[in-house]
């Protein structure tokens, strides 16, 4: 009888059911360091601004086109669709944010392509999702910029946002991995308001800053002052002795776009770029 050919074997960076195994966690945690890396280099990114705030804040002509189809129903269509129309007032209310990201966006991104020539500097970065993420890449698109989206995988499945620069969407599984991409390349942080995810991301990277774990000076814009306030009493912290007083000097509150782009650009020229003599 002939002797049964053996399977070849497979590789073990060929072997899928490995690779996907807890075995290999580490091998995953170090691909979404390495790969990412990898094109970053590819494309000369050196250092991003990252917009941070709610995946659901949409844009005031959206939600106004919502609002006028509700106008053209009857009286009593209208009496039967006013939860409706009250949480459309609502976010009639907050959609000027993600109006605002797309012009801090745009400006930010105008303004670092007119630095040096050949140099990208100071890319906009982004969760990758909707809301006033879709904002921050759109902004950065309608000047004709790159802009980075470091999705992550989630149950409820965040889609990308169709701004992004193709090249530049990342499709992340592990939480922490997405976070050292935010804060490593950042050189400046805007946060809009947000829900959980965003006040975890504005006091994650506050703490990194105050205990000097990120050792890079880091201008973080924190917009929408009234929001903020409601959500969050700072005052309390620093009354509390749970703060310093001094640690609310790392925050800059804003509500315009044209004041936030003016300090930006201004601390980040200071902090970066060497005075000729």
Partial sequence: MEKAMQKKPVKAYKNLSFLNSPDARLI????????????FRRFGIADTIVFFGSARTRSSDLVRKDLNKLKKL?????????????KLKGELEMSRYYDDAVVLARKLTEWS???????????????????????????????RGLSVGLNISLPFEQ????????DLIFDFHYFFMRK??????????????????????????LT???????????????????????????????????????DLKLIHFSDDPNEA?????????????????
């Fill in 208 to 246: 990194l800053i105050q205990t000097r774990k990120t050792r890079k000076p880091m201008p973080v814009v924190v917009y929408g002052t009234d929001y903020w306030n409601e959500i969050i009493n700072f005052d309390a912290l620093v009354k509390r002795g749970t703060i310093d007083a001094k």
């Fill in 28 to 39: 995953r945690m170090l691909a979404e360091y390495q790969e990412p890396l990898s094109r």
């Fill in 113 to 143: 392509r007119n630095l040096v020539k050949g140099q990208r500097r100071f890319i906009i970065s982004t969760g990758g999702g909707g809301g006033i993420m879709e904002a921050a890449n759109r902004g950065a698109k309608e000047a």
């Fill in 74 to 86: 009857s009286v009593q269509e209208r009496r039967k669709k006013q939860g409706t129309l009250e």
């Fill in 261 to 277: 782009f003016t300090y930006l650009s201004k601390e980040l020229s200071k902090l970066h770029f060497r005075k000729k003599k």
């Fill in 159 to 166: 889609e990308p946002n169709p701004y992004i620069t193709p």
């Fill in 180 to 205: 050292f991409w935010f804060v490593y390349l950042a050189k400046g942080l805007i946060v809009f308001p947000g829900g959980f995810g965003t006040c975890d991301e504005l006091f994650e990277v």
